[in-house]
């Protein structure tokens, strides 16, 4: 393969990096499975999208909600209120339980924008030809917010809620109610017909043992990794790795390619991840020009590498314990073919 680096050092002019993202086959075809989910309607109350840190379940979010809102344009055109999907970021609010006021104040912001400005369910007055807008109960108490919430959704027509960080439910709740804390999401979904798509770490695996009811309405998908030891995976990953680098002023004229290999190493093939290492590399680059010590310098170090492995193997194990694993432990392979 032809190498073509460059050691100009290109401004730093494209606007916000940090925030271009592609969409790449991995999401592509968990969108798929994820659709064909939501037509269970009642029979998936909760989707559980578990995969590894680092692998794009926050982007995969943002297109799950997009993919819904292009699917309803035609409904959207004609009713400007209609909110098909919302997503929202489970907080993490350093309260010693999981904090539902927080929650439902964020469901309402995207629902409904600033809570002292709301735009749910207005109407017109057939006596008086005025606009009207329906007064529901007091929102400083949490049953009011519980209540204003299913107003919302019912108001705005909304069938999906994609939860971000869904993990902070379970972490920030003693163990003994968990039940509970996916019991107020399952009365959610009855009260007001949504179904929650709960993107996560693995962690979010242990709620089908809850309970059989939980267990029986609820579908797992696993968002994973590309593998190495898969050629499928290794051809997406290395177009992600070419669409990535092409979008980062000081990348894009690098031939990163003929580093596909340490990339995927080093980043496990997870795609949100290699974004990450591409951001500080692109940084790197325009600030002291390539060469494979700046390379370096942006990979992950082995002993972050090694963490990351660990989580996911286990993570593996227990979600999907049918697929192969050629990454030891012991001996990850963070650097491969960079001398």
């Not at 692998?55 to 959207?76: M, R």
């Not at 959610?188 to 939980?214: K, R, T």
Request: charged content about 25%; glycine content about 6%; overall charge neutral.
């Amino acid at each position: 393969m032809n190498t073509q680096i460059s050691n100009s050092q290109p401004a730093l002019n494209a606007p916000n990096i940090r925030g271009q993202r592609i969409r790449h086959t991995r999401i592509a075809s968990t969108i798929d499975e994820c659709r064909l989910m939501l037509a269970a309607g009642d029979n998936a109350n909760l989707l559980l999208l578990c995969g590894p840190t680092g692998v794009g379940k926050s982007t995969l979010g943002d297109f799950l909600v997009e993919t819904e809102l292009k699917d309803q344009a035609a409904v959207l055109s004609e009713n400007p209120g209609y909110v098909p999907a919302i997503r929202v970021e489970a907080p993490a609010s350093g309260e010693r339980d999981f904090s539902w006021r927080l929650f439902y104040q964020r469901m309402l912001d995207a629902l409904e924008g600033e809570l002292d400005a709301p735009r749910t369910a207005y109407g017109i007055d057939p006596a008086t030809g005025k606009v009207v807008r329906p007064v529901g109960p007091q929102t400083n108490r949490l049953s009011g917010l519980r209540t204003a919430v299913e107003r919302s959704l019912r108001n705005r027509g909304t069938r999906i809620v994609v939860v971000d960080e869904a993990a902070h439910m379970m972490r920030q709740c003693h163990p003994s109610r968990l039940v509970e804390q996916f019991n107020t999401l399952k009365s959610l979904s009855n009260e007001s017909h949504v179904q929650w798509i709960l993107l996560g770490s693995y962690d979010l695996f242990e709620l089908v043992s809850l309970s059989a009811q939980l267990a029986r309405r609820t579908h797992v998908i696993h968002f994973g990794r590309y593998r190495e030891d898969d050629e499928d995976d290794v051809r997406a990953f290395c177009s992600c790795l070419s669409k990535l680098g092409k979008q980062m002023p000081a990348l894009k004229n690098l031939d990163l390619l003929q580093y596909a290999d340490a990339f995927q190493q080093n980043t496990l093939g997870c795609v949100g991840t290699l974004r990450t290492v591409l951001v500080r590399l692109n940084l790197l680059v325009a600030e002291k020009g390539w060469s494979e010590d700046v390379l370096r310098k942006a990979l992950l170090t082995e002993a972050q590498t090694e963490q990351i492995l660990r989580e996911i193997v286990e993570g593996e194990e227990r979600i999907a314990p049918g697929l192969k694993r050629n990454l030891a432990v012991q001996q990850p392979k963070s650097e491969r073919r960079i001398a």
